[in-house]
Nanobody
């Protein structure tokens, strides 16, 4: 599976962005997808994820309500809709896919076998 993240850019605080993660090389059926973000010098932080088969979603507590993850089966693509953006949301955002992701390890980077290259989101104050 190859993942291509896109949609990052510069946005003012309070604005919105939608990130995309397009998969190629394999259908995402059977995978769980995750979004992570990383600020330079800090650890990669779990944002949320989605089960491709069931469309069930989950989020880190701090992202609930502002971030929404969805998917498009036909496009083999996962989205991260981010609203009410804050300067502290500035980071490189990564998408990831894994077949062995379960409830107990959903936020663990090593649960995901495939990673996109990341897309930079900058939120100005």
């Amino acid at each position: 599976v190859q993942l291509q993240a896109s949609g990052g850019g510069l946005v003012q605080a309070g604005g919105s962005l939608r990130l995309s993660c397009a998969a190629s090389g394999s259908t995402l059926r059977g995978y769980r997808m995750g979004w992570f973000r990383q600020v330079p010098g800090k650890e990669r932080d779990f944002v949320g994820g989605i089960d491709w088969n069931s469309s069930n979603t989950w989020y880190s507590d701090s992202k609930k309500g502002r971030f929404t993850i969805s998917k498009d089966n036909a496009k083999n693509t996962v989205y991260l809709q981010m609203n009410s953006l804050r300067p502290e949301d500035t980071a490189v955002y990564y998408c990831a896919a894994g077949r062995t992701v379960i409830r107990s390890n959903v936020a663990a980077q090593n649960a995901y076998a495939y990673w996109g290259q990341g897309t930079l989101v900058t939120v100005s104050s």
